[in-house]
């Protein structure tokens, strides 16, 4: 904060009071004066804002000259507004705008990719200063958890109105006539129909689709973003990638379909996991339900994962609603744990399975390990 200069006759009305003998007159003048000095002060305040304070309320020493950016604690106010913000996401927020010097808290928290540049650097902040493991884990908590507030509210805008901007490789999920769900992927939008290849049974078999069967075609985009679109099987054709099937196009895509709630990542992790089976003790009022892991491994490869859950592929036979515990390793060997339901499976190749798993319980640790790959804020 900028020193405040008095006006200069305040300053000689000064000298010429503490020369008066009357003493009510100064002290009235003292009242005066102070009471200008702190409106003078609150004014700058509200302008520039107070200086940047560090984990636990401390004031941050600034070092080399003062950076010409300024914060808005008004702006700051209305990104809290807007977002819905509770009292420990505010806090560290405010710190991280603060430090940054942001100006346009609203233009930054509606950008993702400028909010993950500031978010790294505090994330490799956090890291450094945190006092203790306890306080290191619930500091990233908060900030991912800013973090993926940020990510819904962009996926609300409308970005897709034609089929014809789907994109290559897109994985969508085909629903029938019958309400039966195959995990597809769509090979090409460009052209008369949207190629997707085609599904398969249980046992790798193509299924066939007669033409005219009306389909309903979902899918994520990369920042999470949900779509569907009911349209109609033109016909199959074959492709250098396999038999596929054509759909009509259509210019009638819903986007007000449910979004996932975290944003996911494409990984190679292997992982052991094992079968989680309930088991029920006692009777009557005192019966009680508890989790009991077997002790039998198994092995596969997370290939996306989210703080929601994952897709892990496998070549051991796990049936729907199955109860996992899983565990696996980052880049780093941060060992990580969660317990997953499987929602379901598809299969994947001639001889695996990918098991798309919802978590139920992940450790704090693991869930904040989970967000710095998913956002990438880990790489260094």
Excluded: W
Aim: hydrophobic content about 40%; some cysteine; proline content about 3%.
């Amino acid at each position: 904060m900028g020193s405040i200069n008095l006006p200069l006759p305040l300053l000689q009305l000064e000298g010429v009071f503490f020369r008066e003998e009357d003493p009510t007159v100064s002290r009235f003048f003292l009242i005066f004066l102070g009471s200008f000095i702190v409106i003078l002060i609150v004014v700058n305040i509200i302008r520039n804002g107070v200086g940047a304070t560090g984990f636990g309320g401390k004031q941050k020493k600034k070092s080399g000259s003062a950076t010409p950016r300024k914060f808005s604690i008004f702006n700051m106010r209305k990104a809290v507004n807007l977002y819905g913000l509770n009292k420990d996401q505010v806090k560290l927020l405010e710190y991280v705008f603060r430090n940054e010097g942001v100006s346009d808290p609203l233009a930054v928290m509606a950008n993702t990719a400028s909010l993950d540049k500031l978010f790294k650097r505090a994330y490799k902040s956090i890291e450094k200063r945190a006092s203790s493991e306890d306080e290191l884990q619930n500091f990233l908590t908060v900030l991912f958890s800013i973090r993926n507030i940020a990510e819904t509210a962009q996926g609300r805008v409308q970005v897709a109105s034609s089929t014809r901007q789907i994109s290559e490789n897109m994985a969508a999920v085909l629903t029938s006539s019958k309400d039966e769900t195959f995990s597809v992927k769509v090979l090409s939008s460009k052209g008369d129909h949207l190629l997707v290849d085609c599904p398969r049974n249980a046992l790798g078999t193509p299924i066939r689709f007669s033409p005219g069967n009306k389909v309903t075609l979902s899918f994520f985009t990369k920042s999470s973003k949900g779509f569907s679109f009911d349209t109609r099987v033109v016909g199959t054709v074959d492709t250098p990638k396999g038999a596929a099937l054509q759909l009509a196009h259509s210019n009638k895509v819903n986007n007000s379909m449910i979004q996932r709630r975290f944003k996911r990542q494409d990984v190679s992790l292997s992982t052991v996991f094992f079968m989680v089976h309930m088991q029920e003790t006692g009777s009557g009022r005192k019966a009680e339900k508890k989790m009991v892991v077997a002790p039998q491994r198994y092995r596969g490869t997370i290939e996306n994962i989210s703080l929601g859950g994952c897709a892990l592929k496998t070549g051991s036979i796990i049936q729907a609603g199955s109860r996992l515990k899983i565990t696996f390793e980052n880049d780093e060997g941060l060992k990580m744990s969660a317990l997953g339901l499987v929602l379901r499976t598809n299969r994947s190749g001639a001889a695996a399975i990918t098991m798309h798993i919802k978590f139920l319980k992940v450790p704090q640790r693991s869930q904040n390990a989970i967000s710095a790959m998913v956002f990438e804020y880990d790489q260094y």
